[in-house]
């Protein structure tokens, strides 16, 4: 029997009461149905273990609520399906309005599906995943975080900046965008490493390829603070070396209308500015 996730932004009425509708006519289908509310601000809520009888994961919210649900799918080794009601949403693929339609095709096997790299994050006492982006940031106003970066064991750059951010192509949109990084179409297999506000070196993104492991380490004299799609994850202290590195098993994304990449932009853009 197909068994769906819904994973929905708890403080969205409009949402919370689709996750209500779609879970009585999976019933009525004959299929299995959970819903999880995330409560507060999505990407801090603490997440339960996915059943691993789950077929899809279906996300009702923002991209905050899509990048916890893409971690339930990934646990569950099934599709997610992303359905807009946030305000920029370039993660997400379905409209309201062709949800019901998209999600029969998910259920019957027929949806378009896209799959997306993803990010195995390493430090000590730290194993962590992101899709979007991996982080290091300053916690010091008015100060910056020097970090040592170094690809597959070789030294590339040192930084002084505000931070420095690993990101997927999935990702490039996010925080890589605002940092001044490329746009890079979700389809391709690449890494961007691109520094936040740096001071007195390159600030222009570097393009890594899908094998190469990225190792950065935080330097004397200033702490640092880890964050993952958002999510705080610890504070670094100087000496500590946080891995990344491509994760082997990708994301699958169901598709809708506005698959894209030109789509998907210009109406994140537009949606952004209203």
């Known amino acids: 029997m197909i068994e769906v996730l819904i994973v929905v932004h708890g403080s969205r009425e409009d949402a919370v009461a689709l996750a209500d509708a779609t879970a009585s006519r999976l019933e009525l289908l004959g299929a299995g149905a959970r819903i999880i509310r995330l409560e507060g601000r999505p990407v801090e809520a603490k997440l339960p273990e996915t059943p691993p009888s789950t ?7 923002g991209d905050g609520t899509f990048l916890r649900a893409s971690r339930l799918a990934r646990a569950a080794s099934c599709p997610v399906l992303g359905v807009n009601f946030g305000r920029l949403g370039y993660l997400l693929e379905v409209a309201p309005e062709e949800f019901d339609s998209v999600l029969d095709d998910a259920i019957d096997g027929k949806a378009l599906l896209e799959e997306r790299l993803g990010l195995l994050v390493e430090a000590p006492g730290i194993s962590a995943f992101a899709l979007n982006e991996l982080a290091i940031e300053k916690t010091v106003p008015g100060h910056m975080v020097r970090v040592a970066t170094s690809v597959n064991g070789e030294h590339l750059l040192t930084y002084s900046a505000d931070g420095v951010i690993v990101a997927t192509p999935t990702g490039s949109t996010a925080y890589n965008l605002s940092a001044g990084g490329p746009v890079v179409s979700p389809g391709l297999d690449v890494l961007l490493l691109t520094p936040v506000a740096p001071h007195f070196t390159i600030d222009r993104s570097i393009v890594l390829g899908p094998k190469e492991v990225v190792e950065l380490t935080v330097l004397p004299d200033r702490p640092a603070v880890l964050v993952a799609d958002g999510s705080l994850l610890a504070q670094i202290d100087p000496g500590t070396t946080v891995r990344v590195a491509r994760d082997p098993t990708p994301v699958s994304v169901v598709v809708g209308s506005r698959h894209g990449v030109g789509g998907r932009l210009r ?8």
Do not use: K
């Open 55 to 61: 077929s899809l994961v279906v996300s009702l919210g």
């Open 267 to 274: 109406a994140s853009l537009r949606e952004g500015h209203l």
